[in-house]
Nanobody, 121 residues
Framework: QVQLVESGGGLVQAGGSLRLSCAIS????????MGWFRQARGKEREFVAA????????KYADSVKGRFTISRDNAKNTLYLQMNSLKPEDTATYYC??????????????WGQGTQVTVSS
């Protein structure tokens, strides 16, 4: 059974930075594309970023492009999301996800429990 455990969330002022981590166990991590999603209160979950199994291909939502960086360390079975220049509208619960059914449609099968990110103005 795969487990995805996020960490690194917290409270930060606008303009600040946070790095989220997602530890994966129970599956061969290096063979699986991974992604980050977020869900703000009262809104639907939205795609943030994704990375291919070896890290050679990445994509981002327009709202975070240039500010967020997704990366992975296959030796450590860990996915990262570096978030810079944070804005209050980035406030959300952030989820890591793995094993997409469809890379282009951002359709994922495995999900973590989420970590809260709050950006104060």
């Amino acid at each position: 059974q795969v487990q995805l455990v996020e960490s690194g969330g917290g409270l930060v002022q606008a303009g600040g930075s946070l790095r989220l981590s997602c530890a994966i166990s129970g599956r061969t991590f290096r063979s699986v594309p991974m992604g980050w999603f977020r869900q703000a209160r009262g809104k639907e979950r939205e795609f943030v970023a994704a990375i291919s199994s070896r890290g050679g291909r990445v994509k981002y939502a327009d709202s975070v492009k240039g500010r967020f960086t997704i990366s992975r360390d296959n030796a450590k079975n860990t996915l990262y999301l570096q978030m810079n220049s944070l804005k209050p509208e980035d406030t959300a619960t952030y989820y890591c996800a793995g094993r997409p059914s469809n890379w282009d449609l951002n359709d994922y099968n495995d999900w973590g429990q989420g970590t809260q990110v709050t950006v104060s103005s």
